[in-house]
């Protein structure tokens, strides 16, 4: 069995191991969570910092890919493992989101994300009907583009989906030397309360075509993908200005520029099978 030290050592960049030290931040991270009794899913509790806290206050769910630290956490949490408090999975989170679900039941998921994949982490749990609310350590920039809002320069696509389902902020800023080793990165805690979930994969890929050139005007990017005569009666019934940015249009407009276009499709496919 490797001692911490050791662990930190073999820190593997592959798997985005960047182990948050400072109590201070765990402490800040335990109090910003919702104050229901819901359990926890961890992705990545590492070293088991934050998965000591989380198992004072809930039932745990913890994901972890890393052999050498599953190991070291299964001796780590012994009682509460035997205890039925913390469920540990040495499994990658995102096969496992894939093939069965994180959990059946509600939850949230807080964690300090491994970054090289947090994006896509975040998606599938805005995706997620059983994810109630995120509370997750990632790269700053991941957290501004989740949590930013209509008519903010750094409101994308991003932006749109975290706003459709839930209330993004950004809790506080971390400095790399929090961490060991740190990253080469300002880090940040996200939080997303949802009221619903994504459920619509056109609508991200509308979303796609709508932020492709982000300081390029909306009406411009819808073009590359959609006919000019289309989007102009969609932007004069919605009473948009035609000179609107990508990033100006709230998310309502969004939605509503999107079930424009779907409603067209689905009457012109009706028609060509009359
Ligand atoms: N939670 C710990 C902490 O706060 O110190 C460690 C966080 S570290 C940034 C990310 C953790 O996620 C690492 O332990 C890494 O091995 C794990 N990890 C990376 N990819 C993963 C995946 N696909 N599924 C589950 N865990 C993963």
């Given at each position: 069995?490797?001692?911490?030290?050791?662990?930190?050592?073999?820190?593997?960049?592959?798997?985005?191991?960047?182990?948050?030290?400072?109590?201070?931040?765990?402490?800040?991270?335990?109090?910003?969570?919702?104050k229901?009794?819901?359990?926890?899913?961890?992705?990545?509790?590492?070293l088991?910092d934050?998965?000591?806290?989380?198992?004072?206050a809930?039932?745990?769910?913890?994901?972890?890919?890393?052999?050498?630290?599953?190991?070291?956490?299964?001796?780590?949490?012994?009682?509460?493992?035997?205890?039925?408090?913390?469920?540990?999975?040495?499994?990658?989170?995102?096969?496992?989101?894939?093939?069965?679900?994180?959990?059946?039941?509600?939850?949230?998921?807080?964690?300090?994300?491994?970054?090289y994949?947090?994006?896509?982490?975040?998606?599938?749990?805005?995706?997620?009907?059983?994810?109630?609310?995120?509370?997750?350590?990632?790269q700053?920039?991941?957290?501004?583009?989740?949590?930013?809002?209509?008519?903010?320069?750094?409101?994308?696509?991003?932006?749109?989906?975290?706003?459709?389902?839930?209330?993004?902020?950004?809790?506080?800023?971390?400095?790399?030397?929090?961490?060991?080793?740190?990253?080469?990165?300002?880090?940040?805690?996200?939080?997303?309360?949802?009221?619903?979930?994504?459920?619509?994969?056109?609508?991200?890929?509308?979303?796609?075509?709508?932020?492709?050139?982000?300081?390029?005007?909306?009406?411009?990017?819808?073009?590359?993908?959609?006919?000019?005569?289309?989007?102009?009666?969609?932007?004069?019934?919605?009473?948009?200005?035609?000179?609107?940015?990508?990033?100006?249009?709230?998310?309502?407009?969004?939605?509503?520029?999107?079930?424009?276009?779907?409603?067209?499709?689905?009457?012109?496919?009706?028609?060509?099978?009359?």
């Open positions: 069995m490797k001692s911490n030290e050791e662990l930190i050592g073999l820190a593997s960049k592959r798997y985005g191991q960047n182990f948050l030290k400072n109590h201070s931040y765990i402490q800040k991270i335990i109090q910003a969570m919702p229901d009794n819901l359990p926890i899913v961890e992705i990545g509790p590492g088991g934050l998965t000591k806290e989380l198992v004072r809930r039932d745990v769910t913890a994901f972890e890919v890393d052999k050498r630290l599953c190991e070291h956490l299964i001796h780590e949490f012994e009682l509460p493992i035997r205890e039925g408090r913390l469920t540990l999975k040495c499994a990658d989170a995102i096969e496992h989101w894939e093939q069965k679900g994180l959990l059946d039941e509600h939850y949230h998921l807080v964690a300090n994300l491994p970054y994949i947090a994006t896509n982490l975040i998606l599938r749990a805005l995706h997620d009907p059983y994810c109630q609310s995120i509370l997750t350590m990632v700053k920039e991941v957290a501004i583009k989740f949590s930013a809002k209509p008519t903010e320069r750094n409101f994308s696509a991003l932006g749109v989906l975290a706003d459709s389902v839930g209330e993004g902020k950004i809790c506080f800023e971390v400095e790399p030397e929090a961490f060991v080793p740190p990253p080469k990165v300002t880090s940040a805690v996200l939080s997303i309360v949802k009221f619903s979930s994504l459920d619509d994969l056109g609508f991200e890929d509308f979303l796609k075509v709508a932020f492709s050139q982000p300081r390029k005007k909306l009406s411009k990017n819808l073009n590359l993908r959609y006919q000019k005569d289309r989007i102009i009666k969609i932007f004069a019934d919605l009473e948009l200005e035609d000179n609107i940015r990508p990033h100006e249009a709230a998310t309502s407009i969004y939605h509503q520029i999107y079930n424009a276009l779907k409603q067209k499709d689905n009457e012109d496919e009706r028609k060509s099978r009359k």
